[in-house]
């Protein structure tokens, strides 16, 4: 049962919300998370990469302990493991890294012993750990995703991305741990505010289904965690409100920021928007990296066996 070369698995990074959904809606980016596993006789980590400075490479290591509950989950008797990780995520700016290491662990532990869970249960799994399904649908499944879940069980619809979508973020250069820019939302809000969420998110799913791609800038606008979290991030309402003046379809803050995303049209120039997101952070004392980024269509997936790694290493770090 147990692919005893290992196996290599890549997952995308992703962004949730796109703005009024909020826990709900998430898309895959062409940013990639790559872990190589196999079993062993004693536990050996290593990372690669500047994104993962300071990760555990100890059985504390999350990539690790998810992997052990899918053993568990199998009913398969665990074994230490032996995993090369690399990614190129940035770490606590909003774009689902940890997601990307519980989607990378539980898949490729699943593939490890010939995949014996199912797609929605390694959901179920991955969604219990990270509380909310946005972020790890989109790993799991790529595209695009709507999903709601209800403490245990979880539901999603996959959308494809329209063909002229693409991205661009602006990642700053601070990082803001999730849950202090969950801390800063009311435990309540007004009916008013959750009829303006509804529609809007609403109205952004049928954008995206249908590809009227024109709707995007009004459908998402937030009123339940962006005007929130506006504190923690300087420079974010202005570039909301004036990156659609800039050639933008649309615009959010990245999961719980601070990257801000920017949906674009693949067959217009992007650099008045790159120059305009870059400039206005740093007039707000903000350096960050602004670039295009692709939607990745494809989720997780094995792309190997576990020595295939190297190639991967040799490609992107210049070993
Ligand atoms: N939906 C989550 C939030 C995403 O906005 O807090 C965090 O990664």
Redesign the pocket.
Known sequence: MWQQDGVLVRVPAST??LGPG???LGMALHLHLWIAMKPAETTVIRLHGSELAGIPTDESNLIYRVAHSVFRAAGVEGRPLEMDVYSEIPLTR?L?S??SAIIGGLYAANALIGHPLSQEQLFNMATLI?R?P??VGASLFGGIIAAAWDGEQTEHIRIEPHGDLSTVVAIPQFQLE?KM??NV?PAHVSLADAVFNISRSSLLVAALSSGQLHVIATAMRDRL?QPYRASLIPGMPRILDEAPGHGALGVA?S??GPTLLAFTDKRRSNASLVSYMKETFLAHGVEATVMEVEISREGAVCCGTWDGISSVLAARINL
């Open positions: 949730a919300n909020f826990d709900t909003g689902g940890s997601a990270e909310h946005d972020n999730t820019a969950r939302l965690h803050l999961g719980a």
